[in-house]
């Protein structure tokens, strides 16, 4: 990237803005991560890139008029086509950025690439190498002659994040633009605050910047299963109805969240569900379970299309981490008892989800949510599926029992309800024992590219303190 910006951009500086307008020209506008802790990266000015068409068509193209098919005020009666992917860079994110692209929609990426930077700082790395995102957008074109507009930038700077909504003018908004780990949030104080101000600054940066550019636009958010915790009744879709004293009402279903990443949900879906009354905006929240998997259609296609795909302690997770451990013959950590029990998902179907959410908008002052999952399963379970899988590969593999470094029930009621998609059209790829060959076999194409450091638990929910860690391996001392 350093040497992409030195030889095809020039550089405008706040101090000396200038109006382009030359058609040659496209601006993608980025920032330094103005969120984060002055201890993680160092501050920069933020700065807006102008390249020239001709060196970088891959990535960007000159912004156009929207073209709306159907004016109708009934929003259900069109298919929004022009997707924004905030966080368009990541696991979940990627996927969808060129499975929307692929079915016709007309998609920019939105992505800071911090998530790339936090790699470096823990010291982890994906099991699949990846390339950059400008490598992965000029294969992607070449593959499909389909161009996926980038903007690289900071959600919480409003004016790049303005600026991004005034050039694409989206008619959907997915954000993945999250820090989406748990225990990433535990590390220390810094990473607990940043996850929250990234995430709870950066949402309502969408909110407001539909507000004032595209009042009209769907906003798909991407949620999670663990703001719910593990209640023992059923889980609602969002909303549960009760009788009090005599009274009925339906509520949002409460939230009982387990970490600082999941709290910074629960403030989210608050402000989501209150700018939708306030302003009439339309939203959907996903309200995602744990994904697992790394092929789609698109992500298959090229070596430089491949996923990330995450094995280590703060952001893989349980399937995929079963995966890689059986591969390179460690034993599954299975946390605490193992009958922690959640709901999860192919992240072939994550995609699929979020086009359909797209597809059905939401109402003018509708905010809704959809549980996304699947099916459910106790960590004991996955670790028996995984064990059975190995045994016909002939892995030898074995199950330990290790403390658990969170505070949660490692037995309990789990039962949450998920038809809302189904009866939209979502049609599930179930766990299977050809599926779990499937990981098993890709996992072990790439065995000699795991760091068996990372695969222990190092951060504890007890632990967590103010002084910054700058390694993982520390969190566990």
């Not at 330094?32 to 160092?42: A, D, H, I, L, Y």
Request: hydrophobic residues 35%; charged residues 25%.
């Amino acid at each position: 990237m350093a040497q992409l910006l030195s030889t095809t951009c020039s550089i405008r500086t706040p101090d000396r803005r200038t109006s382009f307008r030359n058609p040659q020209y496209t601006s993608l506008s980025f920032a330094g991560s103005q969120c984060m802790p002055k201890s993680f990266v160092k501050q920069s000015r933020k700065r807006s890139v102008i390249f020239r068409k001709s060196n970088i068509s891959a990535i960007a193209t000159p912004v156009k008029e929207s073209e709306l098919q159907n004016k109708s005020s009934d929003r259900s009666s069109r298919r929004p086509k022009r997707a924004m992917v905030i966080g368009g860079d990541g696991y979940c994110g990627w996927a969808t950025a060129l499975h929307l692209s692929n079915r016709g929609y007309e998609v920019a990426v939105v992505d800071n690439l911090v998530r790339r930077l936090f790699d470096n700082q823990l010291g982890i790395s994906s099991l699949t190498p990846i390339s950059s995102i400008q490598d992965r957008l000029r294969c992607w074109k070449q593959l499909t002659g389909k161009t996926i507009s980038l903007f690289v930038g900071d959600i919480c700077d409003f004016e790049f994040l303005s600026e991004a909504f005034k050039a694409f003018e989206p008619e959907a908004v997915v954000h993945f633009g999250e820090q989406r780990s748990a225990p990433y949030s535990m590390i220390d104080r810094g990473r607990a605050v940043y996850t929250q101000h990234n995430n709870v600054i950066g949402t309502l940066n969408v909110l407001f910047a539909m507000k004032e550019y595209a009042p009209e636009c769907h906003l798909v958010k991407l949620g999670t299963m663990g703001e719910y915790g593990t209640p023992n009744i059923d889980i609602e879709e969002g909303y549960i109805t009760i009788t009090h004293n005599g009274r009925t009402d339906t509520l949002p279903f409460p939230k009982q969240a387990s970490s600082f990443y999941h709290l910074s949900k629960v403030h989210d879906s608050n402000n989501i569900a209150f700018t939708c009354k306030a302003w009439g905006l339309s939203a959907t929240d996903l309200n995602q379970g744990v994904v697992y998997g790394v092929r789609t259609e698109e992500t298959a296609m090229h070596e430089d299309l491949v996923n990330r795909f995450d094995y280590d302690a703060v952001y893989g997770t349980a399937l995929n981490r079963f995966c890689v451990q059986a591969a390179v013959g460690h034993p599954l950590t299975v946390y605490g008892k193992g009958g922690q029990t959640r709901g999860y998902l192919d992240i072939r179907d994550t995609v699929q989800c979020v086009e359909i959410a797209i597809a059905n908008p939401a109402s003018p002052g509708e905010f809704r949510v959809f549980n996304q999952f699947t099916e459910q399963f106790s960590v004991n379970e996955l670790a028996e599926a995984v064990t059975k899988a190995g045994e016909k590969l002939g892995l030898e593999v074995r199950t330990i029992s290790v403390p658990n470094p969170r505070v949660e029930a490692e037995e309990h009621y789990y039962n949450a309800k998920h038809t809302k998609l189904i009866e939209l059209g979502l049609k599930p790829h179930l766990l299977s024992d050809s599926l779990l060959d499937s990981l098993l076999n890709f996992t072990m194409k790439f065995s000699d590219r795991v760091d068996k450091e990372q695969i222990m638990p190092t951060v504890s929910w007890k632990k967590i303190g103010v002084k910054p860690r700058t390694v993982v391996a520390e969190a566990s001392r």
